[in-house]
């Protein structure tokens, strides 16, 4: 019995390290593709990922860029959801 819970408790631990892999290289990987995009805008983006979903952050002087950072991030793997979160503003 004590051996079971010890092998579950390990799975568990495995299991939560596995995820927070997963949400890192997520993570890394949207920051690596805005930071080697041609607009330097996107290059000042910032990202967030918990749970499967990825949020950029800043500000874009046009939709079309903050459209363009979307495309540039997202589908990913371990992404389920993109949250938006960039405002436009005029430079």
């Known amino acids: 019995m004590v051996t ?6 390990r799975e568990a ?3 939560v390290a596995s ?4 949400e890192f290289a997520a993570l890394e ?3 690596q593709r805005l ?3 041609p607009y ?3 290059r ?3 990202c967030e990922f918990a749970d499967g979903v990825l949020s950029l952050h800043g500000r874009v002087s046009s939709f ?3 459209q363009i950072a979307q495309s540039v991030v997202f589908p990913a793997e371990g992404v389920s959801r993109l949250d938006n979160c960039l405002e436009v503003c005029n430079p």
Do not use: F, I, N, P
Not at 4 to 9: D, E, F, I, N, V
Not at 19 to 22: D, F, G, K, V
């Open 44 to 46: 000042r983006v910032s």
């Open 35 to 37: 930071r080697e995009s």
């Open 64 to 66: 079309y860029l903050k």
């Open 4 to 9: 079971s819970t010890r092998a579950a408790g």
């Open 13 to 15: 631990v495995r299991q």
């Open 19 to 22: 995820h927070r892999h997963l």
């Open 40 to 42: 330097s805008e996107l």
């Open 29 to 31: 990987s949207a920051t």
